[in-house]
């Protein structure tokens, strides 16, 4: 079975400081992974997806598949980075498994 | 404004009474789905739709239905909601166009089940 593991509910990290949160997951195959953010008040949105291998906001997530791990970081973390993030695996493009969630929190 | 919207956005009804969320998007998308949010779960699919008439189960389709018969357009209707229905409702649309698979998200619907 696909499933995603974030195994943080909360992270709190002081601004300035690395971030990152983790990302595992099981899947027989080759999956497409991604990493959405929805801001406080804001709509679920798309931060990161490995096939692109982008840097959006500073942040990165490499893909390990001897891990099975898809974790995001970022070298300094900045206040306007406190959001929700989830971890997405899609499965043949068309079936999608989130995480369940971590809540980051960078304080000043 | 391109977009996906939802409504309602918040809904309180009873055990047993129909009703339908309708979703709708404006951005020309081949690909829809549906997913329910609730504490601590995270998003779970529920149906989503490849193109008009072409529609699929996800991960909890149990107790839902749907139909895809615009492209605009991917209704969720639950034909005799149950207290175990109460959570977010998110609906999404995708270009899947040249291998673009993100996915746009609505602003969530909030129903709750008596």
Known sequence: ?108 | EAQVTQNPRYLITVTGKKLTVTCSQNMNHEYMSWYRQDPGLGLRQIYYSMNVEVTDKGDVPEGYKVSRKEKRNFPLILESPSPNQTSLYFCASSPRASGNNEQFFGPGTRLTVL
């Open chain 1, 1 to 108: 079975a696909q499933r995603v593991t974030q195994p943080e509910k909360l992270l709190s990290v002081f601004k300035g400081a690395p971030v990152e949160l983790k990302c595992n997951y099981s899947y027989s195959g080759s999956p497409e992974l991604f990493w959405y953010v929805q801001y406080s008040r804001q709509r679920l949105q798309l931060l990161l997806r490995h096939i692109s291998r982008e840097s959006i906001k500073g942040f990165t997530a490499d893909l390990n598949k001897g891990e099975t791990s898809f974790h995001l970081k970022k070298p300094f973390a900045q206040e306007e980075d406190s959001a929700m993030y989830y971890c997405a695996l899609s499965r043949n493009f068309n079936k999608f498994y989130f995480g369940s969630g971590t809540k980051l929190n960078v304080k000043p």
